[in-house]
């Protein structure tokens, strides 16, 4: 069984760019939860998409936004990109919303000049 | 505010002793908690976890207590192996009934010395 995909899995933007990053769980998992991974802060969340809709947000700025589409593979987005956005962004599936076991991407790693 | 904390940012262990990693949190809603072990360049992978009804719970040489008094959940492994080297994640569930949000410490780099 293939594990949760991220694509792409580096890049590079400058300051005030839009990106879009995208996660394809694992095969029957329903449930795309993102978060933002820094030095020094761990992991952080972002939100969570059950069934093309965000059932849970994290403490960030509108500049960050997902979706999710009915397969369930899911994209999140941020606007007017900013140097302390520069992280790792980690997706993980899990079979439903709620559920306790998530399994991770290897993440796509944001570098922002 | 730091909700989950994991106060060791690193911890060295000879091999064949016992790793304990410590973790601390201060929301009394969690409801659920788990430790992720994170190798460099991939995403965490799910180690072990424990209700917030039980005190204990045991995998082979991982073993995860919980104190809900003092808010203090701990990871041991025994016996530490080299290839337990990573940085260890512990998270706590907020669950609301419809959406779940997993709230991660700081972690701590485990380095197992041979």
């Known amino acids: 069984k293939a594990g949760v995909t991220q694509t792409p899995r580096y890049l590079i933007k400058t300051r005030g760019q839009q990106v879009t990053l995208s996660c394809s769980p694992i095969s029957g998992h329903r449930s795309v939860s993102w978060y933002q991974q820094t030095p020094g802060q761990g992991l952080q969340f972002l939100f969570e998409y059950f069934s093309e809709t965000q059932r849970n947000k994290g403490n960030f700025p509108g500049r960050f936004s997902g979706r999710q589409f009915s397969n369930s593979r899911s994209e999140m987005n941020v606007s007017t990109l900013e140097l302390g956005d520069s992280a790792l962004y980690l997706c993980?599936?899990?079979?439903?919303?709620?559920?306790?076991?998530?399994?991770f991407g290897p993440g796509t790693r944001l570098t922002v000049l | 505010d730091q909700q989950v904390k994991q106060n060791s940012p690193s911890l060295s262990v000879q091999e064949g002793r016992i790793s304990i990693l410590n973790c601390d949190y201060t929301?009394?809603?969690?409801?659920?908690f788990l430790w992720y072990k994170k190798y460099p360049a991939e995403g965490p992978t799910f180690l072990i976890s424990i209700s917030s009804i039980k005190d204990k719970n045991e995998d082979g040489r991982f073993t995860v207590f919980l104190n809900k008094s003092a808010k203090h959940l701990s990871l041991h492994i025994v016996p530490s192996q080299p290839g337990d080297s990573a940085v260890y994640f512990c998270?706590?569930?907020?669950?609301?009934?419809?959406?779940?949000?997993?709230?991660f410490g700081t972690g701590t780099r485990l380095q197992v010395t041979l």
């Open positions: 998270a706590a569930r907020d669950y609301t009934g419809t959406a779940s949000k997993l709230t």
């Open positions: 993980a599936s899990s079979l439903s919303a709620g559920n306790n076991e998530q399994f």
């Open positions: 929301n009394s809603m969690f409801d659920y």
